[in-house]
Every structure is written in C-alpha cells, then in structure tokens.
T-cell receptor, first 115, second 111 residues
Framework: EAGVTQFPSHSVIEKGQTVTLRCDPISGHDNLYWYRRVMGKEIKFLLHFVKESKQDESGMPNNRFLAERTGGTYSTLKVQPAELEDSGVYFC?????????????FGEGSWLTVV | TQLLEQSPQFLSIQEGENLTVYCNSSSVFSSLQWYRQEPGEGPVLLVTVVTGGEVKKLKRLTFQFGDARKDSSLHITAAQPGDTGLYLCAGAPGANSKLTFGKGITLSVRP
C-alpha cells in the first residue's frame, strides 16, 4: 500500500513568487491534514479536510494560503505571494477516520525555502 | 492555546542505558500520541493513549498517560542505536480535532 506522497520534496523560490504543494493521501482515507514546521518551532496544524470539505481551517496563517481538495482525492496547498516567514516543512497526513484512536499517516514533507 | 512541553530537548546516551523523557501540559487532552521522526521523513505514530493512567508497551518502549490526562512519559529500556531519532508527542483535545505537537526530543544512542 502506497503511503502519503508529497510533491515537490524541496522547493526554493523567491519572495513574491507562488508555490503549489501537492499531497496524495492513502487511498480510501477521507481525512486529510496539512501541518507545517517552521525552523525552531513545533509542528503546527494548518487545516483538515473530510473528503472535499474543509472541516477545520483555523490554522491557516493568512489569506496568502489556499488549500483545495479536488473531488476528495489529492490536495494542493498554494502560497501566493510567498514571504520569507513561509519557509519550513509542510507535512500532509491522512487517516481513515478522525483523530481519536485512528492512525494518522504523515508524508515525508515538502521543504519550502523562500529567499 | 494548548501547549505541550517536552523534556529534555536533547539527550545523548550510551547503548544499553535506560532513559525516560517527558511531555507536559497544563491542558487536558482526550488522547495523546507519541511519534518518532527520522531525518528526511515524516513523523511515524508509535502509540496513542486515551485513558488517564494508561500504560502501553511497545517492545522496549513504555508509554504512560498521566492520571489527569495532562502529561505523558516515554521510557526506553536498554536503548539501541536504532532508537536514535526525534520523539514527538502530540495531543488532541477532542475526538476529531487537530493535533497540538511538542517541539520534540532529539535522542542519540551511541554504540
């Protein structure tokens, strides 16, 4: 069974440019999460999809971030325009059901560097 | 804002030693998870504890959830170099809610 896959694994862009991160969850997983780890800080929640619907987007930093999940399958996270403080590792995770008692599988992360 | 404090931040020990690390909060969590992360990879779930006072064992790793469900500990018996990695705790306040992570504990086990 394929795990959670993320693309690109690394990206270096200039301030003001746009970057789109993609996540393919494990097949059959309705729940998809985006988390981010900024250097020196803890992993922080960004948002949670259940199928194609946003269940919780309280962690999204500002309106420069846009997440979508087309047809309840893969998800994209777009940052436009990127700022220096957006640098970090963006993790996608998926689970069959919600948090409690269910295994959440994380991808390897997309490393974003904004210069 | 719920915070999880992990300690110690860094730990370097010799193979065969025992160790205990901690995850503390002033908030109550409905469940708490421990993950291990290796360089270039995402966190991998080790265990989930949901009941206050619960103890779970995973080979040489013993996890305990505090009675008040505010803290947890991880004890490793006879550490091996393969135990080296970043250990993260993460709590969920509700049944289907977002995870709050600690900053992690970097463990290095020397052969």
């Amino acid at each position: 069974e394929a795990g959670v896959t993320q693309f690109p694994s690394h990206s270096v862009i200039e301030k003001g440019q746009t970057v789109t991160l993609r996540c393919d969850p494990i097949s059959g997983h309705d729940n998809l999460y985006w988390y981010r780890r900024v250097m020196g800080k803890e992993i922080k929640f960004l948002l949670h999809f259940v199928k194609e619907s946003k269940q919780d987007e309280s962690g999204m930093p500002n309106n420069r971030f846009l997440a979508e999940r087309t047809g309840g399958t893969y998800s994209t996270l777009k940052v436009q325009p990127a700022e220096l403080e957006d640098s970090g590792v963006y993790f996608c995770a998926s689970s069959q059901r919600g948090t409690l008692g269910n295994t959440i599988y994380f991808g390897e992360g997309s490393w974003l560097t904004v210069v | 804002t719920q915070l999880l404090e992990q300690s110690p931040q860094f730990l370097s020990i010799q193979e065969g030693e025992n160790l205990t690390v901690y995850c503390n909060s002033s908030s109550v969590f409905s469940s708490l998870q421990w993950y291990r992360q290796e360089p270039g990879e995402g966190p991998v779930l080790l265990v989930t504890v949901v009941t206050g006072g619960e103890v779970k064992k995973l080979k040489r790793l013993t996890f305990q959830f505090g009675d008040a469900r505010k803290d947890s500990s991880l004890h490793i018996t006879a550490a091996q170099p393969g135990d080296t990695g970043l250990y993260l705790c993460a709590g969920a306040p509700g049944a289907n809610s977002k995870l709050t992570f600690g900053k992690g504990i970097t463990l290095s086990v020397r052969p």
